[in-house]
């Protein structure tokens, strides 16, 4: 199998994960998460988003979050902003990257952040006006980009159109969303293998949520066709609020020992990542859906037997 020597993990169970939780996650706690985080060597966080508190009640400490948490050098902190007061915000708040949010389907933009796919397009243009002038680079997501839980199936040609309208604002670059986990791994091929070659500019990150258990092997066929960046959240927390029938993203610990285990780097400690999914475990006061923290690692070992023992060391 064709794997890269390294690719680059966005933690996104802060956001993603925490943003459907019902009740509200101190500040402290959820300070404490990100700090543990970067103490993994997480390259990239996307911390929180600066969203309408209405919208997402759980995150609208977001300002100080951001200015709670212990920065280490080398892991770049990002957050999600739908429009230009997100975009001011994460700005003054000292987002280090701006991740923005469209989706390739008409009803599930409406369901997302009250707009056409239209409206949000012109949202963005203030958006990456605004960091532009920041100086802060912005990667655009595009939510359901192989399927929508309201229209099926996403037409490849709608994927472009809108891939193509965020490239001429001068995103830097793509994030192609599987919302609520209906993409396979073919799918996800030939999406990469026709979008690609045609934006060459485009940094491509594939963010994938584990609804079907098709995360990991998407990720898979995602490099094999060149894709180095994904995202993850810790022990597989998350899902979709305007989205129905999302759950989690693909597990960061189940993703990074995949990985470690085929020999790909991340940079990522992955004991300390397995302890801090537990401790967001103990956060959530629920068992998370990952893997990982329940089996141990593979080179995980078992006392022998007794009588195994006897008949191996036999005669
Ligand atoms: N941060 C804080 N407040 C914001 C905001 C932002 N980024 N954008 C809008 N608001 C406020 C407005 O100031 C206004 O406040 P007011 O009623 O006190 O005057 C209110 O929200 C409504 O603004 P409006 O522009 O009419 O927005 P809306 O109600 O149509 O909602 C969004 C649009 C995009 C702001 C909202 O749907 C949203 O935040 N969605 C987030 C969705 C999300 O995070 N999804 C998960 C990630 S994929
Ligand atoms: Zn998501």
């Not at 230009?84 to 989706?103: C, L, M, Q």
């Not at 092997?217 to 979709?240: H, K, Y």
């Not at 999302?246 to 189940?254: H, K, L, M, P, Q």
Request: charged share 25%; proline share 7%; with cysteine.
């Amino acid at each position: 199998m064709k794997v890269p020597k390294r690719v680059t993990i966005c933690e996104v169970g802060t956001r993603d994960g925490f943003q459907i939780e019902p009740d509200f996650i101190p500040t402290a706690l959820k300070v404490e998460v990100v700090n543990r985080l970067s103490d993994t060597g997480m390259p990239t966080i996307e911390v929180t988003s600066f969203v309408s508190p209405r919208a997402v009640p759980q995150l609208r400490d977001a300002e100080e979050v951001m200015a709670r948490i212990r920065r280490r050098p080398g892991t770049v902190y990002s957050a999600l902003v739908p429009n230009d007061k997100g975009a001011v915000r994460a700005v003054d708040a000292g987002v280090d990257e701006i991740h923005t949010v469209v989706s390739a389907s008409e009803s599930h933009n409406l369901a997302n952040v009250n707009m056409t796919i239209a409206e949000s397009l012109d949202k963005l243009r203030a958006v990456v006006e605004v960091c532009r002038r920041a100086g802060k680079p912005v990667v655009a997501g595009v939510s359901t980009s192989f399927g929508c839980p309201f229209e099926g199936e996403v037409p490849l040609k709608n994927l472009e159109s809108v891939v193509s309208r965020l490239v001429e604002l001068g995103v830097k670059g793509i994030a192609l969303a599987d919302t609520t986990g209906m993409a396979n791994p073919a799918q996800v091929a030939r999406t990469l293998e026709s979008l690609t070659p045609k934006f060459p500019t485009i940094e491509w990150t594939l963010h994938t949520h584990d609804t079907r258990a098709m995360a990991i092997p998407n990720i898979l066929a995602a490099m094999e066709r060149g894709v180095t960046r994904f995202d993850a959240s810790i022990g597989g927390l998350g899902g979709c609020p305007f989205a129905p029938g999302a759950s989690g993203n693909v597990c960061t610990e189940d993703l990074v020992h995949c990985l470690h285990a085929m020999g790909v780097e991340t940079g990522i400690d992955l004991d300390r990542l397995i302890e801090t999914a537990k401790r967001v475990q103990e956060i959530v006061g629920r068992p998370l859906p990952g893997q990982i923290i329940k089996a141990g690692k593979a080179d995980r070992r078992y006392p022998v037997p007794d009588l195994v023992h006897r008949r191996l060391t036999a005669g």
